[in-house]
């Protein structure tokens, strides 16, 4: 804790130190994979001798500028995760990126550097299409039970919430922040059972739910199958205690003979 204090100490002192007493903000903007995503840096007009510098990450990694004559330049970067996603307005100077990834997401600086200074910073956050959930039976049989045991399942997600709801009221749920992770959340529910059941899965921006059919997933046994399978039962049992009383007869008469047969020869 103590060492998150001092960084952020010092960035908070850097800042105001490269500029001044200028107004500092953090703005966190949200966006899904694949959209476009503007980051409006608020400056009403540009005048003759302002640059306005857009960097991602870091004080070195500039990747957009409009400079004093107006002329405007993107930069892809080391890495070119930003090429030809970039468009910058020469009227505001917003930044706009497209086709964004999870790549994309991190902290963006806007600086105007002219008569009246000014700074902005953005925290971004980019967050990847979500899977519709699955919902299983836990059993492949049928049961005899009232109840039906079922789990809702979904792979490789991050920093998403996954629910349980009967109607609109929350019956359970679990959460992640790791990336790539596997969740999944159970739910008993009677055969009989004739509520809306339904499983979410949703982050900040975005949800998707798959609804439950119970009469697809749960299946009771029949009276007849249960019939069925009690009589097979009592057919098996008598048959083992039939087979026991045979066997037990069979050692009985083998003593009887062996213990007349040693007294005959004893006699002898």
């Known amino acids: 804790m103590f060492h998150v204090f001092v960084f952020f100490c010092l960035c908070w002192c850097h800042l105001i130190g490269e500029f001044g007493a200028e107004t500092y903000e953090i703005q966190s903007v949200s966006v899904m994979e694949g959209d476009s995503v503007t980051l409006n840096s608020d400056f009403t007009t540009i005048h003759d001798g302002d640059d306005i510098l857009w960097k991602f990450g870091s ?10 004559e107006k002329q405007i330049f993107t930069f892809n970067g080391t890495d070119g995760r930003f090429r030809d996603r970039l468009m910058l307005d020469d009227q505001t100077g917003s930044l706009t990126i497209t086709n964004t990834t999870t790549e994309h997401a991190g902290i963006y600086i806007v600086k105007k550097i002219g008569a009246k200074r000014s700074t902005k910073t953005f925290s971004v956050s980019v967050y990847a299409c979500l899977p519709i959930p699955v919902i299983s039976s836990n059993s492949s049989q049928c049961s005899s039970s009232s109840y039906c ?42 055969y009989q059972d004739k509520n809306t059941y339904s499983c979410v899965l949703n982050n900040p921006i975005s949800n998707q739910t798959r609804h439950l059919d119970i009469s697809q997933l749960c299946h009771m046994c029949s009276e007849d199958h249960i019939h069925c399978c009690g009589f097979t039962e009592a057919v098996i049992r008598l048959v083992v205690s039939a087979l026991v009383g045979v066997v037990t007869v069979a050692v009985l008469v083998y003593d009887i003979r062996s213990t007349r047969q040693g007294d005959k020869e004893e006699i002898s």
Not at 59 to 68: G, H
Request: charged share 15%; glycine share 4%; aromatic share 4%.
């Open 59 to 68: 004080e070195d990694s500039l990747i957009a500028k409009i400079n004093r």
């Open 149 to 190: 045991s079922l789990v809702c399942s979904v792979v490789n997600v991050g920093h998403v919430t996954l629910s349980w709801y009967k109607g609109n009221s929350l019956l359970s749920s679990i959460s992640v922040s790791d990336l790539s992770i596997s969740l999944s959340l159970p739910l008993e529910v009677e």
